[in-house]
């Protein structure tokens, strides 16, 4: 059987679309009318085609995807290139009202309910120990989380990070100091002139693993705006223009690492929409509790900082380099190679540290900086320093509602 696509209103598929041969279809979605009732959410692949059967007879569906009529219970999708929420309404004829199916296109829908987790078991990256140092910087303790994230199951890719920012890469750096054009700019304009605007980007393809904070976070306010979300961060110029980077009166200092280098200032001020639940970086408590993926036991998902490397290989890869470090070999490798956690999230490890930003200055040895890198090292706890001119990885997160209560639990 062949199932040629429709347009977007579910309409009979026009006879010029081409046919697409059922073996193609990669998954199928089995469905209750009853799980219906309230809004269900289905995790899907980038640029998978996947098929919907409800287990009634369906009226009507409404997508914006290409979409094409299975039989009167089953609809076939293309999902996206790109990471984001698509929805479907479905129509069944003894009711008047729709119902909704959310797709998380690339990303891990979990709905915590007064779930347990642990947290703490951090100290300074082994790099930066000294015999000075006092005991663990954040106590291990266990905490109870309700709410609902929507977490990128990769790190961002660069081809992600090309489309959604395509505006703002220009053609040529004007960064003058040679060191930073390589450092933070030259690859992506040869990224992007060897791209195509809206070209495929594959589920799997390379790291994003040079990029700076506030690049990131400017990346997260145009995914919120594509899916029209409140965008989470404010920027703004500070009045003094050679703060340095810290926490002021709720607000974040950072370097203004763009993509441009034309702008008078060398920080700006970050502050937070408290009314968006769009997409952001993960606070360190929240990036902890993605990595450990449920685990109250280890000290890293395979088990210890002493685990043999085969063992630690199945998790993560330890090969990149940091484009903070005077080197060109920055090495950006697929991700989703290698095992998940226990929530479904891969590459935690491995592959490029995370920008994760810190809700206060907890910790001594990273000299006042609002953010730290996670998941460079081998351990839940390491960190390194989080100066916002560093190149690194990151991945998005939102908690749909803004409705995450934490609540101590002790140890």
Same mark, same amino acid.
């Given at each position: 059987?062949?199932? @040629?696509?429709?347009?977007?209103?579910?309409?009979?598929?026009?006879?010029?679309?081409?046919?697409?041969?059922?073996?193609?279809?990669?998954?199928?979605?089995?469905? /209750?009318?009853?799980?219906?009732?309230?809004?269900?959410?289905?995790?899907?692949?980038?640029?998978?085609?996947?098929?919907?059967?409800?287990?009634?007879?369906?009226?009507?569906?409404?997508?914006?995807?290409? /979409?094409?009529?299975?039989?009167?219970?089953?609809?076939?999708?293309?999902?996206?290139?790109?990471?984001?929420?698509?929805?479907?309404?479905?129509?069944?004829?003894?009711?008047?009202?729709?119902?909704?199916?959310?797709? @998380?296109?690339?990303?891990?829908?979990?709905?915590?309910?007064?779930?347990?987790?642990?947290?703490?078991?951090?100290?300074?990256?082994?790099?930066?120990?000294?015999?000075?140092?006092?005991?663990?910087?954040?106590?291990?303790?266990?905490?109870?989380?309700?709410?609902?994230?929507?977490?990128?199951?990769?790190?961002?890719?660069?081809?992600?990070?090309?489309?959604?920012?395509?505006?703002?890469?220009?053609?040529?750096?004007?960064?003058?100091?040679?060191?930073?054009?390589?450092?933070?700019?030259?690859?992506?304009?040869?990224?992007?002139?060897?791209?195509?605007?809206?070209?495929?980007?594959?589920?799997?393809?390379?790291?994003?693993?040079?990029?700076?904070?506030?690049?990131?976070?400017?990346?997260?306010?145009?995914?919120?705006?594509?899916?029209?979300?409140?965008?989470?961060?404010?920027? /703004?110029?500070?009045?003094?223009?050679?703060?340095?980077?810290?926490?002021?009166?709720?607000?974040?200092?950072?370097?203004?690492?763009?993509?441009?280098?034309?702008?008078?200032?060398?920080?700006?001020?970050?502050?937070?929409?408290?009314?968006?639940?769009?997409?952001?970086?993960?606070?360190?408590?929240?990036?902890?509790?993605?990595?450990?993926?449920?685990?109250?036991?280890?000290?890293?998902?395979?088990?210890?900082?002493?685990?043999?490397?085969?063992?630690?290989?199945?998790?993560?890869?330890?090969?990149? /380099?940091?484009?903070?470090?005077?080197?060109?070999?920055?090495?950006?490798?697929?991700?989703?190679?290698?095992?998940?956690?226990?929530?479904?999230?891969?590459?935690?490890?491995?592959?490029?540290?995370?920008?994760?930003?810190?809700?206060?200055?907890?910790?001594?040895?990273?000299?006042?900086?609002?953010?730290?890198?996670?998941?460079?090292?081998?351990?839940?706890?390491?960190?390194?320093?989080? @100066?916002?001119?560093?190149? @690194?990885?990151?991945?998005?997160?939102?908690?749909?509602?803004?409705?995450?209560?934490?609540?101590?639990?002790?140890?």
């Amino acid at each position: 059987m062949c199932v @040629a696509f429709a347009n977007a209103q579910g309409i009979n598929p026009s006879k010029d679309l081409k046919n697409i041969p059922e073996d193609k279809i990669q998954r199928t979605f089995k469905v /209750s009318r009853d799980s219906l009732r309230k809004e269900l959410w289905l995790e899907v692949e980038k640029n998978e085609i996947v098929k919907v059967c409800i287990d009634k007879k369906v009226k009507d569906w409404k997508a914006s995807l290409k /979409s094409s009529i299975f039989n009167d219970s089953c609809l076939v999708l293309q999902l996206p290139t790109l990471i984001g929420v698509e929805t479907l309404n479905v129509y069944f004829s003894d009711v008047k009202i729709s119902h909704k199916i959310n797709l @998380a296109v690339g990303m891990k829908y979990l709905d915590f309910k007064n779930e347990e987790v642990k947290l703490g078991f951090n100290r300074k990256s082994n790099k930066f120990w000294t015999l000075d140092d006092a005991g663990e910087e954040d106590p291990e303790r266990f905490v109870s989380i309700t709410g609902t994230y929507l977490v990128d199951k990769y790190p961002v890719t660069n081809c992600e990070l090309i489309q959604v920012l395509w505006d703002s890469i220009p053609a040529t750096s004007t960064y003058k100091n040679p060191q930073y054009r390589k450092m933070h700019h030259e690859d992506w304009f040869a990224r992007k002139m060897a791209s195509t605007r809206n070209a495929y980007c594959a589920a799997h393809d390379t790291i994003a693993n040079t990029v700076t904070l506030y690049q990131s976070m400017v990346y997260a306010n145009t995914r919120s705006i594509r899916e029209g979300l409140k965008p989470y961060y404010i920027f /703004s110029v500070p009045d003094d223009l050679y703060l340095y980077e810290g926490f002021v009166k709720k607000a974040y200092i950072i370097g203004f690492w763009d993509f441009s280098g034309t702008h008078n200032t060398i920080n700006i001020m970050v502050t937070i929409n408290a009314k968006s639940d769009g997409y952001r970086l993960p606070f360190y408590d929240e990036w902890m509790m993605l990595a450990r993926g449920g685990d109250k036991e280890k000290k890293a998902p395979w088990g210890s900082p002493a685990t043999p490397l085969n063992e630690i290989q199945k998790y993560a890869r330890f090969e990149s /380099s940091y484009a903070m470090e005077e080197t060109s070999d920055y090495i950006s490798e697929p991700v989703g190679q290698l095992l998940p956690n226990g929530y479904g999230l891969y590459d935690m490890f491995g592959l490029a540290a995370e920008h994760v930003l810190l809700k206060d200055n907890r910790f001594i040895g990273n000299s006042d900086h609002p953010s730290v890198l996670k998941g460079g090292e081998l351990s839940y706890g390491f960190y390194d320093v989080g @100066a916002s001119g560093v190149g @690194a990885g990151f991945r998005l997160i939102r908690n749909i509602g803004n409705n995450a209560k934490w609540e101590e639990r002790g140890f």
